[in-house]
């Protein structure tokens, strides 16, 4: 049991992580990791709804019906994330502003639902939970990773402080859309290197 | 049959613990968020409005109820003396609500300044609105009586080119303010009347 407890959790921080191997929710990893602040909030907000739709589901796994099973996931998954929203909004207010739209998106994340369809829903709770907090740490590892690259490039900043000398000239281009796509393939086609040794 | 009535109550049940478990929560960081929007939203707001006056607005403000709807009046200071409120108002934009902070000097019934606060208009068209000075900047100076409709409905002012709507939704929100400051001018002058010590 711990042994496969291990092997569930591990599996999210390399072999399955999220934006990189299962190529997963790519909406919020492209647009909010301007800056690593940024990625980690969005990071910690996903890992939250990601754990608790995991152990909801898996405990109605035998009660909810086959046919409309994906309507009661999106119930789930939609109540924790507006719980997210709120409770981001009275506690870490700036940061809920520079998230905005996307908080409430991680509704529709591919990783949210399909880590409830996929793993949750055939397994126990103590699994799914495992499988919940190692996708969810290994997701936000990846959007804090993404948003350090990004930041340091394109602002010359890590978390706000300066990183590099004064004579640095921001690299703008890192922080805009386009950077964003380049930077994940970039750290996609690392992996893929390091992953084939 | 038996599988549609299971269907129909596993959802239903699933909604209402949703619900109740989002009006708990809702009801939990309602004041909290409060704060917050006073903090990070209205302040800045009130500043730019208000930028010399000898007091803190957030700190002197009071309530009227309006019909149904409670307003908070922020009161500014001029060497001691109250001399101008701020509240805030709304009026409808390209997608939802734009929040408009409007300062009025009450002895000379004229507006001192407009501020946008909260607003989830197009980026770089309707958000000008907040960003650029240079469109709130006409309500500046205008009396009561002024029609501050858009020009295209007869009023007296210019749009942002690519963002009439946004512009209409300011331009009601100072309307509305225009109306709200003349219904209820006799109790804000006792109120701020209190507060000159």
Same mark, same amino acid.
């Not at chain 1, 190529?23 to 990791?33: D, I, K, M, N, Q």
């Not at chain 1, 019906?65 to 789930?76: D, E, G, T």
């Not at chain 2, 001399?83 to 408009?100: A, H, M, N, Q, R």
């Given at each position: 049991?711990?042994?496969?407890?291990?092997?569930?959790?591990?599996?999210?921080?390399?072999?399955? @992580?999220?934006?990189?191997?299962?190529?997963? $929710?790519?909406?919020?990893?492209?647009?909010?990791?301007?800056? +690593?602040?940024?990625?980690?909030?969005?990071? @910690?907000?996903?890992?939250?709804?990601?754990?608790?739709?995991? *152990? *909801?589901?898996?405990?109605?796994?035998?009660?909810?019906?086959?046919?409309?099973?994906?309507?009661?996931?999106?119930?789930?998954?939609?109540?924790?994330?507006?719980?997210?929203?709120?409770?981001?909004? =009275?506690?870490?207010?700036?940061?809920?502003? /520079?998230?905005?739209?996307?908080?409430?998106?991680?509704?529709?994340?591919?990783?949210?639902?399909?880590?409830?369809?996929?793993?949750?829903?055939?397994?126990? &709770?103590?699994?799914?939970? !495992?499988?919940?907090?190692?996708?969810?740490?290994?997701?936000?590892?990846? *959007?804090?990773?993404?948003?350090?690259?990004?930041?340091?490039?394109?602002?010359?900043?890590?978390? $706000?402080? &300066?990183?590099?000398?004064?004579?640095?000239?921001?690299?703008?281009?890192?922080?805009?859309?386009?950077?964003?796509?380049?930077?994940?393939?970039?750290?996609?086609?690392? #992996?893929?290197?390091?992953?084939?040794? | 049959?038996?599988?549609?009535?299971?269907?129909?109550? +596993?959802?239903?049940?699933?909604?209402?613990?949703?619900?109740?478990?989002?009006? !708990?929560?809702?009801?939990?960081?309602?004041?909290?968020?409060?704060?917050?929007?006073?903090?990070?939203?209205?302040?800045?707001?009130?500043?730019?409005? *208000?930028?010399?006056?000898?007091?803190? &607005?957030?700190?002197?403000?009071?309530?009227?109820?309006?019909?149904?709807?409670?307003?908070?009046?922020? +009161?500014? /200071?001029?060497?001691?003396?109250?001399?101008?409120?701020?509240?805030?108002?709304?009026? /409808?934009?390209?997608?939802?609500?734009?929040?408009?902070?409007?300062?009025?000097?009450?002895?000379?019934?004229?507006?001192?300044?407009?501020?946008?606060?909260?607003?989830?208009?197009?980026?770089?068209?309707?958000?000008?609105?907040?960003?650029?000075?240079?469109?709130?900047?006409?309500?500046?100076? #205008?009396?009561?009586?002024?029609?501050?409709?858009?020009?295209?409905?007869?009023?007296? %002012?210019? %749009?942002?080119? $690519?963002?009439?709507?946004?512009? =209409?939704?300011?331009?009601?929100?100072?309307?509305?303010?225009?109306?709200?400051?003349?219904?209820? /001018?006799?109790?804000?002058?006792?109120?701020? =009347?209190?507060?000159?010590?």
């Amino acid at each position: 049991m711990a042994q496969s407890m291990v092997k569930e959790f591990t599996k999210g921080l390399w072999a399955e @992580i999220p934006p990189f191997r299962l190529v997963l $929710g790519l909406c919020p990893v492209l647009a909010v990791t301007k800056s +690593v602040e940024n990625g980690i909030g969005m990071g @910690i907000a996903t890992t939250f709804v990601l754990v608790c739709s995991n *152990l *909801l589901v898996s405990l109605l796994r035998s009660v909810i019906p086959a046919k409309v099973r994906i309507a009661a996931y999106i119930i789930i998954i939609a109540t924790f994330v507006t719980v997210v929203e709120l409770v981001m909004q =009275a506690y870490t207010y700036p940061l809920f502003l /520079k998230l905005g739209i996307f908080i409430p998106l991680i509704v529709v994340n591919c990783i949210v639902l399909g880590r409830a369809e996929a793993f949750a829903s055939k397994n126990s &709770p103590v699994l799914s939970i !495992a499988d919940g907090l190692g996708m969810g740490i290994g997701f936000t590892l990846s *959007l804090g990773a993404l948003g350090a690259v990004r930041e340091s490039l394109g602002n010359g900043t890590i978390l $706000g402080s &300066p990183v590099f000398g004064p004579e640095f000239q921001p690299f703008t281009f890192m922080v805009e859309a386009p950077g964003a796509f380049v930077c994940l393939g970039l750290m996609l086609c690392l #992996m893929n290197l390091i992953g084939k040794k | 049959m038996r599988e549609m009535i299971n269907m129909v109550i +596993v959802l239903t049940v699933l909604s209402a613990f949703s619900g109740g478990l989002l009006a !708990a929560v809702k009801t939990g960081t309602k004041e909290q968020i409060e704060q917050q929007v006073l903090k990070f939203q209205k302040a800045p707001a009130i500043k730019q409005i *208000l930028s010399d006056v000898s007091n803190d &607005p957030l700190q002197d403000r009071f309530k009227i109820m309006d019909n149904d709807q409670e307003l908070t009046f922020f +009161v500014g /200071k001029h060497d001691g003396k109250p001399d101008s409120v701020i509240f805030e108002t709304s009026g /409808k934009g390209f997608s939802g609500d734009i929040g408009l902070m409007v300062g009025i000097n009450i002895d000379s019934d004229e507006i001192i300044g407009v501020c946008v606060t909260t607003h989830s208009e197009t980026p770089g068209l309707g958000s000008r609105a907040k960003d650029d000075p240079k469109f709130v900047s006409q309500f500046a100076g #205008m009396k009561m009586d002024k029609n501050l409709d858009i020009k295209k409905n007869g009023g007296e %002012i210019d %749009i942002m080119s $690519g963002a009439t709507i946004t512009s =209409a939704g300011v331009s009601l929100a100072a309307k509305k303010a225009q109306e709200i400051y003349t219904r209820l /001018k006799p109790e804000i002058e006792k109120q701020t =009347a209190q507060m000159a010590n």
